[in-house]
């Protein structure tokens, strides 16, 4: 007895529903023995209607066809009726169309049916092969397809399907449809309407004969990539279509797939991990909206094959703005290194454009994502091309091995909110680095970070605080020997007035910083060509703040500056109960997405402090000189300060401390410290101006009695300051 299947309803697709990779027709056939559909094809289109309609089929572009199925399955006893509605893209290029058909009714069976095939390239047919499951128990059907189009531009299509179930069940119908419009989406986190997508893929091809092995036969080229999204339809959800020269390829979100290490390299990536049995896809995350990179992952056996590719919304040549525009870039991709298994690459890093010239300047580092080792840093130029959003132009990395190659992408977005890119390159031992590029507009990239003697308005500047507290006695036993990571000083260049507060919110032992000088607190007695001093106007508090402008023979600071204050009544019970001596290091910050990533710097300067030093006293002056070497790619920072304390009376002689290596590492913001007896510090820093031109911090550092007694050798406390060389 024959049922009718009823209306149509739409349902969520189903885990584990079989996805359906198409390469060519013979592999269609495979996926259903017994079902040829030679004759079907050959017969599909006779006559001088099979000319007519050949005459209108495209051999460029793509299409989107709506369609409906109407047909049956057999079930123990009887034969069910079945209707469905649905979804065909085409790619007329490469000649290959992919379906996906909802079957469901209101009390009628439900199911999904999943079909790809390719176009003949002689007449308007079509034929293919298709996976579906069908009714309560979930049937699954393989079978084939033959159809073709009809219509004066393949305006219409039709198809015959037929296939059988592992139970000896057969279904049979047709699935008919009309060219219908794909629309335009208002970002790629909210596709609503069918829209394809073209793209240049950087395509490696190569043999993976394990996780521990290196690659073999491994090329490198370009392809082409069209992704077409199809709208949501019950059981099928809403998914991609990629067709590629070589293969079409259905997929939908499944959960993370592992990297061609062996690793889940590519988790979190975000916007899906779609999945089938030859392969995979995989994207960067969703916090982009008009960009998504990833890479289209093909299987057969041993030999795998990559596209990475970058598909978005291109801003129209029109809508580039004027001026300049900083971009944060994150890094994905993967490395063949003939010597050793192949791994995936992370990395990231800045890029900046200038719309007037053109000009593409991309910068940063390319990492192992499993232990974060720097690999090497990255440097891409180009011009955006005039009248386009789009550019190309070179790619290079420096590390251990020197990378050379090309990268292309373009802007995205209504007003160049985003940016993506491919890139390849390689080493002269063969090996080969190929991935992809993206992120969003962040113009603190390009924001200027001006010099302290160019400063009009009032600012508040940042940095670290050294500093001693406590009754002077003589043994450094009563003083407290601590810093202030979180200092500001309000500056206004109007007035000439500097404000000192704490920013920290913890205890630390000794009363906070709150201290003002202005011009009306000069003393020019005391001021020389490195210091201006300053003496409040009860003589409690005095200042010396190093000159930033003009030549300084102590050191000459342009975007940070250094203050050494005594306040001797820094808690109120009285001038000269309690003193406190302050080291201040300070600031315009290196905005954190301008610190360089990759590379080496050293850093030359001074160093200036007091503190408790054997042989001298409570009262004794630290000064010195400060080298800093910076390695930005390994985040790690060696400070090297040459001390000598001595007597501020002039009375007692003065004493070489010795060379101290402060070893630390972080951004903009450095910290550190060790206890390795005998000696014992703690540092604190900072990096200021653009593309980290300054170096500043303080520190404490004691040395136990070296004949193991009761009083410490010294413990000082100061702060550094220097300049890149």
């Not at 993206?438 to 308005?457: E, H, I, Q």
């Not at 003083?479 to 000439?496: C, E, K, L, R, T």
């Amino acid at each position: 007895m024959y049922r009718a299947g009823g209306h149509r309803q739409r349902r969520q697709a189903r885990a584990g529903e079989p996805c359906l990779a198409v390469a060519d027709h013979h592999d269609l056939d495979r996926l259903a023995p017994g079902h040829r559909n030679e004759p079907q094809r050959d017969r599909a289109i006779a006559g001088p209607e099979a000319a007519r309609e050949r005459a209108g089929v495209p051999r460029t572009g793509q299409a989107h066809y709506s369609v409906g199925l109407l047909g049956a399955f057999s079930e123990p006893g009887a034969v069910t009726g079945i209707t469905g509605s649905g979804s065909f893209q085409v790619d007329f290029v490469s000649g290959r169309l992919l379906g996906a058909v909802a079957i469901g009714a209101d009390g009628g069976p439900t199911g999904n049916w999943q079909g790809g095939g390719t176009l003949s390239s002689s007449s308007n047919a079509f034929s293919g092969s298709f996976a579906a499951t069908i009714g309560s128990g979930f049937n699954t059907f393989v079978g084939s397809f033959a159809g073709a189009f009809f219509g004066p531009a393949a305006d219409e299509l039709g198809l015959a399907f037929h296939g059988g179930s592992s139970s000896g069940a057969i279904t049979v119908g047709t699935i008919t449809g009309r060219n219908a419009a794909t629309g335009s989406n208002a970002d790629l986190n909210h596709l609503v309407n069918p829209q394809f997508f073209a793209a240049t893929t950087g395509h490696v091809e190569f043999d993976n004969a394990g996780v521990a092995n290196p690659a073999t036969g491994v090329t490198a080229s370009a392809s082409t990539l069209i992704l077409g999204y199809r709208p949501a339809v019950t059981f099928t959800g809403a998914g991609f279509n990629f067709f590629t020269p070589a293969r079409a390829v259905a997929l939908r979100t499944t959960a993370d797939q592992y990297g061609i290490d062996g690793s889940n390299g590519y988790a979190g990536l975000g916007f899906g991990t779609y999945n089938s049995a030859g392969g995979w896809i995989q994207y960067n995350d969703n916090s982009l909206n008009y960009v998504k990179a990833g890479r289209l992952v093909t299987v057969n056996g041993t030999h795998m094959v990559f596209d990475d590719f970058v598909i978005g919304m291109p801003t129209a040549a029109s809508a580039v703005p004027t001026g300049s525009a900083g971009y944060v870039l994150s890094l994905r991709g993967s490395l063949f290194d003939p010597a050793a298994a192949p791994i995936g690459i992370t990395g990231g890093g800045t890029l900046t454009i200038n719309f007037a010239t053109g000009a593409i300047t991309a910068t940063g580092d390319v990492r192992n994502p499993y232990n974060y080792n720097l690999i090497g840093g990255f440097t891409g130029t180009s011009t955006l091309g005039s009248g386009s959003s789009a550019f190309s132009g070179s790619w290079n990395v420096a590390g251990a091995k020197a990378y050379t190659g090309s990268w292309s992408g373009g802007l995205f977005g209504p007003a160049a909110d985003e940016i993506g890119a491919r890139f390849q390159a390689n080493a002269g031992d063969g090996s080969l680095m190929t991935g992809t590029l993206y992120g969003p507009r962040n113009d603190s990239v390009v924001a200027s970070v001006p010099k302290l003697a160019d400063l009009t308005a009032a600012t508040t500047l940042r940095g670290a605080l050294g500093f001693t507290y406590g009754q002077l006695g003589g043994d450094g036993l009563n003083v407290i020997y601590n810093q202030d990571p979180f200092i500001a000083v309000d500056y206004d260049p109007a007035s000439g007035t500097y404000t000192l507060r704490s920013e920290s919110t913890f205890n630390l032992g000794a009363p906070r910083i709150a201290l003002t000088f202005d011009r009306a607190h000069i003393d020019a007695a005391r001021s020389d060509d490195s210091f201006v001093a300053y003496r409040s106007a009860d003589g409690n508090a005095e200042a010396r703040i190093l000159r930033f402008s003009g030549d300084n023979r102590e050191v000459e600071l342009t975007y940070s500056n250094v203050a050494l204050i005594t306040d001797r009544n820094p808690d109120g019970t009285g001038p000269g109960a309690r003193v406190s001596r302050y080291y201040a290091s300070y600031g315009l910050i290196t905005p954190e997405l301008q610190m360089p990533r990759s590379g080496s710097a050293s850093y030359g300067g001074r160093a200036w402090g007091s503190g408790y030093v054997a042989g001298i006293g409570d009262n004794s002056a630290v000064t010195g000189t400060m080298n800093a070497q910076v390695n930005f790619g390994a985040s790690s920072i060696q400070i090297l300060l040459d001390l000598l304390a001595s007597d501020p009376n002039g009375v007692l002689p003065s004493r070489n401390l010795g060379n101290f290596t402060f070893e630390t590492g972080g951004g903009n913001y450095f910290s550190g410290g060790v206890n390795q007896n005998p000696y014992s510090y703690t540092v604190n820093g900072k990096f200021y101006g653009p593309n980290a031109a300054e170096i500043g911090g303080a520190f404490n550092l004691s040395k136990d009695s070296p004949t193991g007694g009761y009083y410490p050798d010294f413990k000082i406390s100061g702060v550094f300051a220097g300049t890149k060389r």
